[in-house]
């Protein structure tokens, strides 16, 4: 089955409202990346986080292993904050070698 | 921020052809990646390697090889193109934190 399930699949906001996305793994876990993912663009890392809460800006990546989840918080979003966001994870390989869920599709509208 | 390129940036080759998608990047690191995105599959990693020299299978290799004659350049290469591997191909730099390129739009007709 699936290594990385990532919810909701997509999701529709009012600008200014707060969201949750979910990253859940079934395997343990050696690191985690969070990225964003431009319409029709590239990825931009946005956490390396394979335990523990980090902050930056209006964003919060939460990573809980033994729940086997990381989540990423969205607070107060913005127009631009639209498109797609990627969760990533290194099964305890150690090499880097990181599996990508399918993401969730995030639209703010004004 | 780490700095990775890629080139072309948007292909079309025939059934058959060979094409060579060519990655650079300038920070030195020791692993760089080759993804492919497809729609209802997300990103998966074809090749990938730890230095000048290295080449390693990723989870779906068949039809890709890849060189890294350097520590800068990492190339993707498929020998006899099929429409299956029509698709955005992006390349990656980094261990823990991974440092993408603009991506290759690969059309095979």
């Known amino acids: 089955g699936q290594q990385v399930q990532q919810s909701p699949a997509s999701l529709v906001l009012q600008e200014g409202e707060n969201a949750e996305l979910q990253c859940n793994f079934s395997?343990?876990?050696?690191?985690m990346q969070w990225f964003y993912q431009r319409p029709g663009g590239s990825l931009v890392s946005l956490f390396y986080n394979p335990s523990g809460t980090k902050h930056s800006g209006r964003l919060t990546s939460t990573t809980v292993i033994k729940e086997r989840r990381s989540s990423l918080h969205i607070s107060s979003s913005q127009t631009t904050d639209s498109g797609t966001y990627l969760c990533?994870?290194?099964?305890?390989?150690?090499?880097?070698?990181?599996?990508f869920g399918a993401g969730t599709r995030l639209k703010v509208i004004a | 921020e780490a700095a990775v390129t890629q080139s072309p940036r948007n292909k079309v080759a025939v059934t058959g052809g060979k094409v060579t998608l060519s990655c650079n990047q300038t920070?030195?690191?020791?692993?760089m990646y080759w993804y492919r995105q497809d729609t209802g599959h997300g990103l998966r990693l074809i090749h990938y390697s730890y230095g000048a020299g290295s080449t390693e299978k990723g989870d779906i290799p068949d039809g890709y090889k890849a060189s890294r004659p350097s520590q800068e350049n990492f190339s993707l290469i498929l020998e006899l193109a099929t429409p299956s591997q029509t698709s955005v191909y992006f390349c990656a730099s980094g261990d823990d934190t991974q440092y993408f390129g603009p991506g290759t739009r690969l059309l095979v007709l």
């Open positions: 990533a994870l290194d099964p305890n390989t150690g090499n880097y070698k990181y599996v």
């Open positions: 920070n030195n690191h020791n692993n």
């Open positions: 395997t343990s876990l050696n690191s």
